[in-house]
Every structure is written in C-alpha cells, then in structure tokens.
C-alpha cells in the first residue's frame, strides 16, 4: 500500500481483443475498513464469470477523496473508450464513490448499497481528521447538483444500525426519479438472496 496516498493496487485481469463478444465491467467501491474483494465482488465474480472487475482497496483514513474518485474516473474513461459498457457497485463509503461517478457518468448503471452519502455525519466520521471530512462535504456538494439520479439504484437494509437512512440518504433523491429498494437487511448486507435480487432487477432495466 501507498503511505502517502492510502491506495493499495489491485491485479489487472488481461484485456479482451475487440473479435470477443463480452464487452461489460464492472466497477466495485469497498466500504470503510474493507476491501475490493469484498462480498459483493464474489456476487459479481459467480454471477458474472466472464466480466472484469475492478475493485481498488483504498485506506479511506488517509486517501483524499479527490485522489480516489480520480482513479475510479480514469478506469470508466478507459473502458468507454474501448467501447466497452460499465456497470457501477458501491456499498456503504463505496456508496459516496458510486454517486460520485454516477454524477460524472449519468448513463452508467449504478447500484448504492446501504450507501453512506454523508461520510461526515457516519458514526466512523471521528476516524478521520477534520480538513479530510471538509473535503468529502467538498466533493459531495459539486457532485450533488450533477446528478440525475435516472440510471441509479439504492439499496437500503430496513435494520441497518450503522447509517441513518431516513436522514442522510433518502432525502438527497428525488422520489420520483431514483429506483429504491427497501430490504430486510442490517448494515452488513450480503449479496444473497435479496440483494442479488435487487441488483439483477435494476441492471437488467437499465443495462444494454
């Protein structure tokens, strides 16, 4: 791992030659303390074996929010670039990335699970130092007025203990326009079976 930026590089699988058929990715945002392969990553990796999955594990303690929105931006630019279509997972801090990049790239499929778009007002902000929670409400705010929320899913657990939804995250959409999902889950959401549920509904909606 990076000391001075917090960023730990994940291994790359071997691009595709444009003759393949398979042309998805997926993009895969860790929460606070965890790490790219996490439970939604082995969703993703047994329910789409075929696909690329990237899935950084950043030190949330010490990386600027900017540095790593940066690193997820370069790899969706990437992979459009190519002509490949890139599907979006964040859970929980993740989820903060997720919105970010959904802002960035409205037409990307985008699924927030349990996201905590206030990181300043989680119970873990007290992990962080002052001037790094002033850049998240920083980065939050510019992204905020960007978003569309069209192409975009949030996952909820009904019982979550950690992350007052009701306050922090369902106000920042608007009802009309974001797919919500409301699930019996706490804030440790597996992937299965509800979620994976969830999941498959909004990307087969969206994702062509």
């Known amino acids: 791992m990076d000391e001075k930026t917090g960023l730990s ?13 398979v042309y998805q990715m997926f993009i895969n945002i860790h929460g606070f303390g ?7 990553y082995l ?4 329910t789409y074996p075929e696909e690329e999955i990237f899935c950084p594990t950043f030190d949330y303690t010490t990386a600027h929010p900017e540095e790593v ?8 630019r990437a992979q459009v670039k ?3 279509s890139v599907r979006i997972v964040g859970t929980s801090w993740g989820g903060f990335f997720a919105y970010c990049l959904n802002a960035l790239f409205p037409n990307l499929p985008t699924v927030l699970v349990n996201p905590s778009l206030n990181p300043y ?11 790094l929670l002033l850049e998240y409400v920083g980065v939050l705010g510019r992204h905020m007025l960007r978003h569309s929320d069209a192409s975009c899913a949030v996952i909820i657990g009904s019982r979550d203990e950690v992350i007052p939804h009701e306050v922090v995250t369902i106000p920042i959409f608007a009802p009309e326009s974001v797919h919500r999902f409301n699930v019996q889950h706490s804030f440790d959401m597996d992937a299965e079976p509800e979620l994976s549920r969830c999941m498959m509904e909004h990307f087969g909606r969206t994702f062509a």
């Open 69 to 76: 929105l940066s690193r997820y931006e370069a790899e969706v």
């Open 34 to 40: 965890g790490q790219g392969e996490n439970t939604k």
């Open 121 to 131: 007002l989680s119970r873990r902000y007290a992990e962080l130092n002052h001037d």
């Open 9 to 21: 590089p994940t291994p790359r699988p071997l691009p595709r030659t444009v003759d393949e058929e």
């Open 82 to 84: 190519a002509g490949r």
């Open 43 to 46: 969703w993703l990796h047994k």
